[in-house]
């Protein structure tokens, strides 16, 4: 029984193939962020979004109004080596205490627990760590990831450190990394709220496009992409777009939209693709 | 009742005060003082010099025979004196029988060698008609096997002990009660149910002591009626009652005055409780526990499979297995408990045996499981020439109620449960491998995180300030970076990690953080944090460990600790 949380073939054959990527739009079966290891925009931006698909999710008839489920995080060892692990105090309040941390020496060990973590129905999200393109991660295991989250109705974000855009059957496909925050109102000079220039080069629903992500106030919002100087916002204007309803504020306007990959083409002409369209 | 924890419990001590002899006359045949008995007769032990008297009968006592002396002294006294040697390995025999005999009067009992019983009365004595009316029991009960008793009723074993040998006979220690305070305007301290007798030995007569009226919530209560036992009631060593002699202490109110600290130095290298006076003396108020190892032990669900035929292949152990887990199941339905730990144990021909243990996150009764979470472990059974005997232990069982088949929605999707998903990743991953984060009381990071098993209840922590920006991930050792920074202490600017040069562009701090002088070297050094952006847009906590000029080295040292988000 597939539960419908997730989109159907079938819902997706009715989805506009122009609908765009926004916030709120809810979970996909997997995801897959690409980052560097030596930042932490991976695991943030992984979070954000799960967060973002966890809150928009349509509640059943007869379910509980808090959500109590814990929340799984795999990784490898090598990933903590990477990039550490996470630190307790600076987690995102609402999963602090309900956070499962896994440890996985090799990368079979990791597939087999994200596997079992959304199999089980006790979890609310699943996020896993994995160093590079690890030769256990083909197509088949990714395949069968997928498959798994899509039959238990259980969201995977799978952060690929250092990865290589190799094949995958991830639902939607990121590249994130750091974007230079908005300023903070009291002391200008301090790193703001974490933002991120996200890509989305591969979905199964939405066109391409690129966004710059931040979180405000606990939401996920999204900003003009490929902005350099980020006006701070009035206090006035930031509680009024609190207040109004996300869909319609939310300014999405992606300013790659017509960014594509080719299937066939080798990873030269792929890389000069890329190049030509100004990619970071 | 007003009755506290400590002195809910019951305990009976019996103790055979003639055992040997009781034992010896028994053998022959004949009554107390009569035939065979008429006679003096001691039973003796061989020691390296010579003959010593174990114990003696009246006839023996009379004639001048003590307990410890050597035989040839009490042959000079009394050269008619019959010696016959002892038996201890048939008294110790015939005392595990009388243990079990005693669990008519207690759930359960426990040998107190070489002459003593332990029975738990908690909460029985109302079977009997009181407690004066369970030691009446008890006595006729020995009496007409034979044997001469002294029992006694209190709350801890040590004090039942010490009443049972020093104390009145039919001794009853129990908590002064709201209503007897009122009556008596002292206690019914120690009720001996023969209390004229003019026969009772010994001191301790029943005291009225003022200090009963708030004397409930504690042991002092009890410390005050026992006081006059002499210090022999504390089950010593032969020595320390040497030492204590010498020191002048005779009686257990005694030891209170010398002062806790001045005993505690005097036998500071004594570690074993029968060498300790304030160990044994903790343990007759109840202040600390007493393991009693009962005689009849607890029963664990057992089911095993003795095979006709040795099997060597790992399909037929898979199936005995099943076969093996359903029985369990059964067992532990039956019992309504869940497994916990289970050992599977493996007799192979040859004589060797393999045991696989396997702990759960949470009671279970569910065969399917067990069987998934074995057969991850059986992979590298070596099965010789094959195995012969199958055997499953619950060694660890907690109460699980009988419970209806989830009929939920979450069920219908056949999601497994938190508790199996964690039994499965520590099967295959390691016992440390599924952790929880849990905070700790340090004010360094990576002191202020702790990890425990994935199904603990969180400890009580105090939350974190709300204006501490603290990173994502931490690193597991903080990496040494060099920076370029206005000395002596100003804000960093530039720095290099990982090869990299990174442009700081925003910084936020100091915040410093002092060492733990109490946890760590002297020569630790301050740590100031710093929340940095880079040029592009990276977050990082850094830090500078030192400051320059104090003393605890050369030039600060930066570290990168944190990543933001």
């Known amino acids: ?280 | 009742m007003g009755r506290e924890q400590g002195s809910s419990r019951r305990i009976l001590s019996i103790w055979l005060a003639a055992f040997a002899i009781d034992r010896w006359r028994l053998g022959e045949g004949c009554t107390r003082g009569e035939g065979a008995d008429a006679q003096p007769l001691v039973l003796i032990t061989e020691t390296a010099h010579g003959p010593r008297i174990q114990s003696a009968n009246i006839a023996a006592r009379n004639a001048g025979a003590r307990i410890g002396t050597m035989l040839a002294d009490a042959r000079t006294l009394c050269p008619s004196i019959v010696a016959v040697p002892a038996d201890p390995a048939g008294d110790l025999a015939e005392l595990e029988k009388l243990a079990a005999w005693a669990m008519r009067w207690g759930p359960w009992s426990a040998l107190d060698p070489p002459d003593g019983l332990l029975v738990d009365v908690t909460a029985v004595a109302h079977l009997f008609g009181g407690e004066a009316k369970l030691l009446a029991d008890v006595h006729h009960a020995f009496d007409t096997r034979g044997f001469a008793i002294r029992a006694a009723i209190a709350p801890t074993a040590g004090a039942a002990w010490a009443l049972a040998h020093y104390g009145p006979d039919r001794s009853i220690l129990a908590p002064p009660s709201p209503s007897s305070l009122r009556a008596t305007g002292g206690s019914a301290a120690i009720q001996s149910s023969e209390r004229n007798r003019p026969g009772s030995p010994r001191g301790c007569a029943p005291r009225d002591d003022g200090g009963g009226r708030d004397a409930p919530r504690d042991a002092s209560w009890m410390e005050a009626r026992l006081s006059d036992l002499p210090v022999a009631a504390l089950r010593l060593d032969d020595d320390v009652l040497t030492v204590l002699r010498r020191l002048g202490l005779k009686r257990l109110g005694e030891l209170g005055t010398v002062g806790r600290d001045a005993l505690h130095r005097r036998f500071r290298n004594r570690k074993s409780p029968a060498a300790n006076p304030l160990v044994r003396m903790d343990q007759l108020l109840g202040r600390v526990p007493e393991p009693l190892l009962p005689v009849v032990p607890r029963q664990v669900p057992l089911v095993q499979r003795r095979l006709m035929e040795p099997i060597r292949h790992r399909a037929l152990l898979d199936t005995v297995l099943g076969d093996l887990a359903a029985d369990m199941v059964r067992e532990l339905e039956g019992a309504g408990q869940g497994a916990r730990r289970l050992d599977l144990g493996l007799w192979r021909v040859d004589g060797e045996v393999a045991v696989k243990t396997l702990e759960l996150a949470a009671a279970t009764r569910d065969a399917a499981h067990i069987v998934r979470l074995f057969g991850e472990k059986l992979d590298d059974i070596d099965a010789g020439f094959g195995i012969e005997l199958v055997r499953l232990r619950a060694s660890w069982a907690e109460p699980l109620p009988a419970n209806q088949a989830d009929i939920e929605a979450a069920a219908q999707r056949h999601g497994t449960s938190l508790a199996a998903f964690v039994d499965r990743l520590t099967t295959r991953l390691g016992p440390k491998a599924v952790r929880r984060p849990v905070l700790k009381g340090s004010h360094l990071p990576e002191r202020s995180q702790g990890w425990q098993p994935a199904l603990d209840p969180e400890p009580p922590s105090q939350e974190s300030l709300r204006f501490h920006a603290r990173p994502l991930k931490l690193l597991d050792r903080a990496e040494a970076i060099a920076v370029l920074y206005a000395t002596p202490d100003g804000l960093p600017q530039r720095f290099r990690w990982r090869g990299e040069v990174h442009e700081i562009a925003r910084v936020e701090g100091p915040e410093r953080i002092a060492p733990e002088w109490w946890r760590e070297r002297g020569t630790a050094r301050l740590r100031d944090y710093y929340r940095i952006e880079d040029d592009t847009g990276r977050r990082y906590w850094i830090y500078r460990y030192g400051i320059a000029g104090d003393g605890r080295g050369g030039a600060p040292e930066w570290f990168l600790q944190g990543l933001y988000a």
């Open chain 1, 1 to 280: 029984m597939i539960p419908d949380a997730f989109d159907t073939a079938a819902d997706l054959a009715s989805v506009s193939q122009a609908e765009r990527w926004r916030p709120g739009l809810g979970a996909v079966a997997q995801s897959e962020i690409f980052a560097s290891g030596c930042e932490g925009s991976g695991a943030g931006a992984a979070l954000a979004l799960a967060l973002d698909a966890w809150r928009s999710r349509p509640r059943a008839e007869g379910e509980e109004v808090e959500d109590r489920r814990g929340v799984v995080w795999v990784q490898t060892r090598a990933a903590v080596k990477r990039g550490g692990r996470p630190f307790r105090p600076g987690l995102p309040p609402e999963i602090r205490h309900r956070l499962i941390h896994v440890i996985a020496e090799k990368d079979e060990d990791a597939l087999f627990a994200l596997e079992e973590a959304v199999r089980c129905r006790d979890i609310a999200f699943v996020i896993g760590e994995i160093v590079g393109s690890p030769r256990a991660l083909d197509f088949t295991a990714s395949r069968r990831l997928t498959l798994a989250a899509e039959r238990h109705g259980i969201p995977l974000t799978l952060v690929r450190l250092d990865g290589t855009r190799d094949l995958s059957s991830a639902r939607q496909r990121w590249a994130v990394q750091a974007a230079p925050s908005a300023r903070p109102q009291w002391n200008r000079q301090a790193p703001g709220v974490p933002a991120w220039q996200a890509e989305l080069f591969r979905a199964r629903s939405h066109p391409p496009g690129t966004w710059r992500l931040s979180e405000d106030a606990g939401r996920l919002v999204v900003e003009r992409g490929n902005t350099p100087e980020i006006r701070p916002i009035p206090i006035r204007r930031a509680r009024h777009r609190n207040l109004v309803n996300p869909k319609i504020s939310v300014r999405a306007e992606p300013v790659e939209a017509l960014s594509f990959t080719l299937v066939g083409a080798t990873p030269e002409e792929r890389a000069a693709l890329r190049q030509a369209q100004g990619e970071r």
